[in-house]
């Protein structure tokens, strides 16, 4: 009977015992941490074919997890689950590694490309700055701007194959405009023009020199006008030119400013541009050229030679169309130089442009031999 009476309460010993079972193994919280991080360092999108089957695994697991710990506490064993979520575990290690290497990588490629692209960008934008043809290059520049922002706001959301695109979008871009200004330029390095813009430099100088007079040359590519003084340089100006100033007047229309050794023939105290001195354009040279182009084609049959070419004011970033622009108060200056009969020569440059060449040719390189 004593025995009987006992066997109750053996059976509820074993049973409070038992309710405390086996502890739930720690790689399942491990697990569930685990997968939340993978999800916001976004190996659904870095790692879509192993992170879906790192899920489904642990789904699986999960059931068999719940399904174990269903069962009475004395039948529950957890040691095959745990050692399945050792396994997820190690996959999922594998899933981070692999999208923080691919980061990595992206994040090396973009700013290193990014880096080259905005320097050529700025270096390329100061040159076209400093011609006025650069109005087409500009263009191209914009849109390589916009697609180096684009490209930032795609990288930071971590859309590194859209942002690569954007990259390659903005490189090309790029490519045109060194294009457009190897095309505007390229007379400028053409030796036998240097030869002859130096030539006339030269002769006007020297006729400076011998008359003990005043001399004006007009360097387009520099943007400058020099005042010369018995054949020595006296003082600089900035200044503007027409909107194809860098190229030679050809015809009336053309909005280039012409190249030449000229003579004031009129100073205008007042005209539309402040004051202004009137240059003998076209004189014979020009009318000879005018009409070999006409012969050969090159001059539409009713289009004339075009005048009326001068040094006024307005602003030297005022964009004429052909003529020679300064701010006021330094026409001002040149005017009360200046006579009627002084020479007036205008090139294209003075001897060679080394900084605009240098920095299209260094951009030109380092765009061409990048590796894409």
């Known amino acids: 009977m004593r025995i009987l009476f006992l066997i109750p309460f053996f059976v509820s010993s074993l049973w409070f015992m038992g309710c405390s079972g086996s502890p739930v193994p720690p790689e399942i919280r491990q697990a569930e941490l685990q997968n939340a991080d993978l999800w916001r360092a976004g190996s659904s999108i870095h790692a879509a074919p192993e992170y879906s089957k790192y899920q489904a695994d642990l789904r699986d697991a999960n059931l068999r997890f719940l399904k174990e710990k269903s069962k009475f506490v004395w039948f529950r064993r957890y040691r095959p689950i745990a050692d399945e979520f050792k396994k997820i575990l190690k996959a999922g290690e ?21 880096t080259n692209l905005a320097k050529r960008l700025k270096a390329l ?26 490209a930032k706001r795609d990288y930071k959301a971590e859309k590194y194959k ?53 001399a004006f040359v007009v360097n387009k590519i520099q943007r400058e006008l020099i005042v010369y003084k018995n054949g020595a340089p006296f003082k600089k100006y900035s200044i503007g030119l027409g909107r194809n100033g860098l ?35 076209p004189n014979n040279e020009d009318k000879i050229q005018f009409d070999l182009a006409r012969k050969r084609g090159l001059i539409p049959k009713r289009v004339g030679i075009g005048n009326w070419i001068e040094i006024h004011g307005g602003g030297k970033d005022f964009m004429t169309r052909g003529c020679v622009s300064l701010e006021d108060h330094d026409m001002e200056e040149i005017f009360g130089l200046a006579v009627v009969g002084d020479p007036v020569t205008i090139v ?25």
Request: hydrophobic share 30%.
């Open 94 to 114: 594998q899933i981070g590694e692999k999208v923080r290497k691919l980061k990595a990588d992206n994040t090396n490629y973009f700013v290193t490309q990014q």
């Open 125 to 150: 934008k100061d040159v076209t700055f400093k011609i006025n043809e650069g109005r087409l290059a500009r263009g191209e520049l914009m849109r390589a701007e916009l697609m180096l922002e684009d």
């Open 162 to 214: 859209t942002a690569g695109k954007k990259l390659d979008e903005a490189d090309l871009h790029l490519r045109n405009s060194v294009r457009i200004l190897d095309n505007v330029l390229k007379r400028y390095k053409d030796n036998s023009q240097i030869n002859r813009w130096n030539r006339w430099i030269a002769e006007t100088l020297y006729e400076s020199r011998k008359n003990g007079s005043i």
């Open 247 to 281: 190229n030679d007047k050809t015809h009336a229309g053309d909005n280039a400013t012409p190249e030449g050794r000229y003579n004031i023939i009129k100073k205008m105290l007042y005209s539309k541009y402040y004051k202004a001195l009137l240059l003998n354009y």
């Open 348 to 372: 294209g440059s003075m001897g060679y442009p080394h900084e605009i060449f240098s920095t299209i040719s260094s951009a030109s390189s380092e765009l061409l031999n990048a590796k894409r």
